[in-house]
């Protein structure tokens, strides 16, 4: 059996209108570009540091 990679599970949830543009910059580095649209991203610190940016407006689970 194959290992379940550990990660993060990113969901857009607020419109990015109106953000700043480093904020919209960091969203489409992730991969989320409408409302609702979902992402699996690795538990590093990079991610971690990307999602203190826009927390406001997506919602993290664990994957």
Not at 10 to 26: E, M, P, W, Y
Not at 35 to 62: F, M, R, S, W, Y
């Amino acid at each position: 059996m194959a290992k379940k990679a550990k990660g993060v599970q990113i969901r857009l949830t607020r419109s990015l209108i109106g953000a700043k543009q480093d904020q919209i910059a960091t969203a489409t580095s992730l991969g989320l570009r409408k409302i609702g649209d979902c992402t699996v991203q690795p538990d590093n610190e990079a991610t971690k540091g990307k999602v203190a940016k826009i927390i406001h407006l997506i919602e993290v689970t664990n994957a």
